[in-house]
């Protein structure tokens, strides 16, 4: 495995995201024991990074991956999230980045993570309400406690991170990037590299759809977020096929898989970059950490990046997401 840095912190170039372990996609928290296992075997293959959120169950989520971690925590560098539930409020689902909400989500992440420290904390989503130079003001004395290492910010817009960062230093940024998903190549991704701030890819597979595996919403549960999300959405669905038949073709000709493709893809773009796909499988696992020595020909390159937008917006609301 090979590690990047991400600020100040140093984490494996590919990571693991949690969430589908426990909530929004088809088979969440079903079988705790393989997704343990997975954890287990990420560890083992040289994963040191973690993304997780307290809004994932919610809580369900940081406490797996407590359970999954236990005397191996040191190995790992935690990543979660606050701000998408209201504390303050009777622990109501909403925004809220305010110090007061900020003051008891970490306390309550702590806690279900098991820990003496969150290496990554991120705001989820931006509260428009409060200023971000308030948030992050009560961030940097949390870093100052030593209850953080270092926070991060989640689908934040271009003045919000300048913002942030004139405050305290960011040490990365999260937002989806994928072969189906290239809005941050415009404005964020070069707006990172001249601050040196780390970026966090997350849905690097495109929800899944990258892998070629899903071709009707049939195969998904009825609770799966993806049957409302509008790119998975009829005829948009059957539009966007023709970005998973190029990976294909290109994972043909490169004897890899298409999930291996579109990670490789996503690393060639440059140092500070740590995507984060999501399985619950040891399989799948295994196959995501391989894409790490994968390197795609100038060809392959030019043939992905020329590919059309994805057809259909990322979530069915797009209101909670900063422009």
Do not use: C
């Not at 990365?172 to 001249?194: C, F, G, K, M, N």
């Amino acid at each position: 495995m090979h590690y990047t840095k991400l600020g100040e912190l140093s984490v494996s170039r590919i990571g693991l995201g949690a969430m589908g372990m426990s909530a929004y996609y088809t088979g969440a928290s079903v079988d705790d024991e393989a997704s343990v296992a997975a954890i287990h075997r990420a560890l083992d293959l040289g994963v040191t990074f973690f993304d997780t959120a307290e809004m994932y169950g919610p809580y369900l989520n940081e406490e797996l991956l407590a359970k999954a971690l236990g005397s191996r925590r040191d190995e790992a560098i935690v990543a979660t999230k606050f701000g998408t539930i209201r504390h303050t409020a009777g622990d109501r689902e909403g925004l809220d980045g305010s110090p007061a909400n900020i003051r008891l989500a970490v306390e309550g992440s702590l806690g279900r993570l098991g820990t003496d420290h969150i290496d990554l904390y991120y705001q989820h989503r931006m509260d428009p309400r409060t200023p971000i130079e308030e948030t992050v003001g009560a961030l940097k004395e949390l870093a100052q406690a030593g209850k953080i290492l270092g926070y991060g910010l989640s689908e934040a817009g271009i003045s919000t991170i300048r913002r942030a960062h004139a405050v305290h230093p960011v040490t990365a940024v999260q937002t989806e990037y994928s072969l189906w998903s290239r809005d941050p190549e415009s404005e964020l991704i070069p707006l990172l590299a001249e601050l040196g701030i780390g970026f966090v890819p997350y849905s690097p597979l495109g929800r899944g759809f990258l892998t070629g595996t899903i071709r009707s919403l049939d195969q998904l549960d009825e609770n799966d977020f993806r049957r409302v999300a509008p790119r998975f959405e009829g005829s948009n669905l059957a539009a966007n096929m023709h970005i998973v038949d190029a990976v294909e073709a290109v994972a043909a000709e490169a004897s890899v898989t298409p999930a291996q493709v579109a990670l490789a893809w996503v690393l060639a773009k440059g140092p500070g970059i740590a995507p984060i796909p999501g399985t619950k499988r040891v399989g799948r696992l295994e196959e995501n950490v391989a894409a790490d020595d994968i390197t795609l020909t100038a060809g392959h390159m030019a043939i992905l990046n020329a590919l059309s937008p994805a057809v259909g917006d990322r979530y069915p609301d797009m209101s909670r997401i900063e422009q």
